[in-house]
């Protein structure tokens, strides 16, 4: 869940590497660092803080110099954060430095046995033990720093993106990944290493990713020489090019990333199913589904594996799925899903949600279903992400980079493509009708426009905020459809504003959290004309009689709930379905205006990390 970057070249790489690290803070920012090499010395700075207080340190100390660096942003797994136990970390010589994300779950016994051979260590990380592992071999075997990081990586057990320098060979740096991403930029004469390819999109077009299992050797002036850390067979590199631009990854006018992705969303949403939703002609047309049509007709279940907002997205997709396919469907955490011994069966589809495409949990889920014979799919936004290349088949959500760490634009344009996948399974197995399908196919077309909609109440969903921003508990409820668009809600107000919020099923308020509604209670009710409305409705009466205050997401026009209600937010109507589209949006506004009006770090949240790929 770190960030690193790297640089090797003809330019100065203090620039290039401090302004990577900015752009992968998302994946980390409780401290930071750097390492340069100038030509004789390998000089390290490296601080407990955000890159910023890095780059007013390094400047202070004036380690800024060298053709060649490596950096890292943080986020603590071994080790709390302050400077000492910041990366880079040195070997006991001096003469290795390296950068790790991931975690080395065997350091403990490999700690123990190097202090045995006369190691000493300053840090309480595991990549301190990773580093004097390679030097330690490196040593007895008398070896070049390629080797001795095969063979020390064929010691340790864990997950790693790694990039090592030796300053006794300084045209070189030595890079691995397992389980965590790693993407290797391609210049003219230089070379970028980065956990994505966001800290070097404006030099080059072309990027290596490593496969898990995988190390590269870049040396200036020759290709990259990947090798596979088992067996040491050589691999012949696949350059991709590169379908992100600079203006993507940058704020442009908003005052935060998420801010500006939540506006993101109309265009999000249609480049998501642009080309695949031909209105006009009735079709849906998407490779992953259709070249594996059988395995989705045939299947007896669908399973759906993910994490926080992208569950979410799958328990929309489980409503959406079993009433136009009539499949059932299971969702289940990916995190939990691996600790058991889930029942997978060969005719199963196993349907994996990830934004980044690199989270640990839901790709262990992958290998596991793969190994019991299931068919995997894929839904992610990263193009050549771990998922993407791990799964069977797939799709991606095309929104665009995602930034801030609280997940927005992901959440609506999983749901576009679920929703495709479902309609598309349903056409072909004849469980809806040509007209009722044409209707939703032309209604999904608006929704991108609706969104806007939406959009507009920001105002006054400000003032909601403020109304509210100093709750200390929220309870948000939905029925059907927007049950799940209630769990998101409270998990986005929790990200960011650091607020108690529970969400649940409106029908089971009463069974439990019903006890916690007073007069100083907000709850979020979500409360649209189609579906369960009713009953939502007598829910909003049982709150009301508490003397909880209502903040009601209706139907445009809706009287019932307004005269009930404290607050209402209006949407535009739409068919149950695609609801959740536009009922979170509302909920989005309300979470980062809480926020902003509470001082928080709206973008990098505490404790959070926006990629996480350790278990």
């Avoid at 003809?10 to 994946?27: D, T, W």
């Avoid at 030097?135 to 390629?146: A, F, S, Y």
């Avoid at 209707?439 to 909609?453: F, G, R």
């Avoid at 001082?599 to 790929?613: C, E, H, M, W, Y």
């Amino acid at each position: 869940m770190c960030g690193i970057v790297g640089y090797i070249g003809h330019r100065e790489a203090y620039p290039i590497v401090i302004k990577g690290l900015q752009r992968l803070e998302y994946r980390g920012y409780d401290s930071a660092g750097i390492a340069l090499y100038d030509g004789s010395n390998l000089n390290v700075c490296k601080t407990k803080g955000k890159v910023a207080d890095l780059k007013t340190k390094s400047e202070n100390e004036n380690i800024t110099k060298g053709s060649i660096g490596i950096g890292h942003t943080r986020w603590a797994t071994h080790g709390v954060p302050n400077d000492v136990n910041s990366h880079p970390h040195y070997s006991n010589s001096g003469n290795l430095v390296i950068i790790h994300n991931g975690i080395i779950e065997n350091y403990d016994s490999l700690r123990k046995e190097l202090i045995s051979r006369g190691y000493s260590f300053k840090s309480e990380t595991d990549t301190e033990v990773l580093v004097n592992l390679i030097e330690d071999v490196q040593k007895k075997e008398n070896i070049k720093l390629g080797k001795a990081v095969q063979i020390a990586l064929n010691q340790v057990v864990g997950a790693y993106a790694i990039a090592v320098f030796d300053k006794q060979k300084p045209n070189e740096i030595v890079v691995a990944r397992l389980g965590s991403p790693l993407a290797i930029g391609i210049g003219e004469e230089e070379f970028f290493i980065a956990s994505d390819a966001s800290p070097f999109i404006e030099f080059t077009q072309k990027a290596i990713y490593l496969e898990d299992g995988e190390m590269a050797i870049i040396r200036t002036g020759e290709e990259v020489k990947i090798r596979k850390i088992q067996g040491d067979k050589m691999v012949d590199p696949y350059v991709q090019e590169l379908q992100m631009n600079l203006e993507q990854i940058e704020k442009g006018n908003y005052d935060h990333f998420m801010l500006k992705e939540i506006y993101e969303q109309p265009r999000a949403i249609t480049d998501t199913y642009r080309g695949r939703m031909l209105v006009d002609k009735g079709i849906i047309r998407m490779a992953g589904v259709d070249d594996n049509i059988e395995k989705f007709l045939n299947a007896k279940r669908i399973i759906v594996v993910a994490c926080g907002t992208s569950w979410h997205a799958g328990l929309v997709a489980e409503y959406i799925f079993e009433e136009y396919t009539r499949i059932p469907v299971e969702v289940e955490y990916a995190s939990e899903f691996i600790y058991r011994n889930p029942i997978i069966y060969k005719d199963d589809i196993v349907i994996a949600i990830s934004q980044s495409g690199e989270t640990a949990d839901t790709m262990a889920a992958i290998k596991l279903a793969k190994q019991n014979g299931a068919f995997v799919f894929g839904v992610c936004n990263v193009v050549g992400s771990s998922i993407s290349r791990e799964t069977h088949a797939g799709a991606y959500t095309h929104a665009g980079p995602e930034i801030g760490v609280a997940s927005t634009k992901a959440f609506t344009t999983q749901i576009t493509i679920l929703s495709l996948i479902a309609l598309k399974i349903a056409k072909a197995k004849g469980n809806i009708s040509k007209p009722d399908y044409q209707h939703h196919l032309s209604e999904l077309a608006l929704i991108p426009e609706k969104v806007e909609k939406a959009l507009n109440s920001n105002e006054h969903i400000k003032q909601v905020a403020e109304k509210y921003m100093s709750s200390a508990n929220f309870l948000y409820l939905g029925r059907g459809f927007n049950f799940p668009v209630a769990l998101e809600g409270a998990l986005k107000l929790k990200e960011i504003s650091y607020i108690h919020a529970e969400g649940y099923p409106a029908a089971e308020m009463k069974h439990g959290p019903i006890a916690l509604i007073d007069e100083k209670m907000p709850v979020v009710v979500i409360a649209t004309k189609k579906g369960h409305y009713q009953k939502v409705v007598s829910n909003i009466e049982e709150i009301k009689s508490r003397k909880g205050k209502i903040i009601a997401i209706v139907t445009e026009g809706d009287e019932n709930v307004r005269n009930l209600a404290d607050y209402v937010i209006e949407v535009p109507d739409t068919i149950e379905a695609f609801t959740p589209l536009l009922t979170t949006i509302p909920l989005q506004l309300l979470s980062y205006h809480i926020a902003v009006m509470l001082g928080k770090n709206v973008d990098q949240p505490r404790n959070l990390a926006k990629s996480v790929t350790v278990e």
